[in-house]
Antibody, heavy 122, light 108 residues
Framework: QVQLQESGPGLVKPSQTLSLTCTVS??????????WSWIRQPAGKGLEWIGR???????NYSPSLESRVTISVDTSKNQFSLKVTSVTAADTAVYYC??????????????WGQGTLVTVSS | DIQMTQSPSSLSASVGDRVTITCRAS??????LHWYQQRPGTAPKLLIY???TLQSGVPSRFSGSGSGTDFSLTISSLQPEDFATYYC???????????FGQGTKVEI
């Protein structure tokens, strides 16, 4: 059973960089056929896809966040990470790390971390 | 970007009711459409992928249909644990972004 677990600071100051790590257990992050993604959800609002990484190193980001976001992977630790620079209060949200599995009709999110709340405040 | 619009935004129902939620895409997305359930305080859970394929372990009272721009999620007989928010998501865009509908809250 694959499990994902987010970790990182729960409080970040405005203009600083938000950094989160997702540890994957029960399966290798090196397995082909999956994208490793980040999704966020502000309190009381809907889900926003942030971006994804394939194990080859290919990344794709939401156009609204692309200039501030980096997703990277550390295969030796079976982890992938998210960095968001120049954060504001609008970046306050629960952040989920997620595995996207491929099918004939595209990718869907089959395993989710429990989510971690990141608050941007001075 | 492909926009996903769900309706209604919320609905009230009773245990045993048949409930249908719709999702419309701003352009044709074939069957690149997936459904999730989110209970309060928990991560979303995959219910249906590729418009109509039930994820393993999901009760058969959940079903999905549609292709192109119009899709629906139906719960045939609402159970107490089904009161939650439901999201559709498209993955038609090969480079992303993958987008979600705004959610439909199913309440008592």
């Amino acid at each position: 059973q694959v499990q994902l677990q987010e970790s990182g600071p729960g409080l970040v100051k405005p203009s600083q960089t938000l950094s989160l790590t997702c540890t994957v257990s029960g399966g290798s992050i090196n397995s082909g056929g999956y994208y490793w993604s980040w999704i966020r959800q502000p309190a009381g609002k809907g889900l926003e896809w942030i971006g994804r990484m394939y194990i080859s190193g290919t990344t794709n980001y939401s156009p609204s966040l692309e200039s501030r976001v980096t997703i990277s992977v550390d295969t030796s630790k079976n982890q992938f990470s998210l960095k968001v620079t120049s954060v504001t209060a609008a970046d306050t949200a629960v952040y989920y790390c997620v595995r996207a599995r491929g099918s004939y009709y595209g990718y869907y999110f089959d395993y989710w971390g429990q989510g971690t709340l990141v608050t941007v405040s001075s | 970007d492909i926009q996903m619009t769900q309706s209604p935004s919320s609905l009230s129902a009773s245990v045993g009711d048949r409930v249908t939620i719709t999702c419309r895409a701003s352009q044709s997305i074939s069957k690149y459409l997936h459904w999730y359930q989110q209970r309060p305080g928990t991560a979303p859970k995959l219910l249906i992928y590729a418009a109509s394929t039930l994820q393993s372990g999901v009760p058969s009272r959940f079903s999905g249909s549609g292709s192109g721009t119009d899709f629906s999620l139906t719960i045939s007989s609402l159970q107490p644990e089904d009161f939650a928010t439901y999201y559709c998501q498209q993955s038609f865009s090969s480079q992303g972004p993958w987008t979600f509908g705004q959610g439909t809250k199913v309440e008592i």
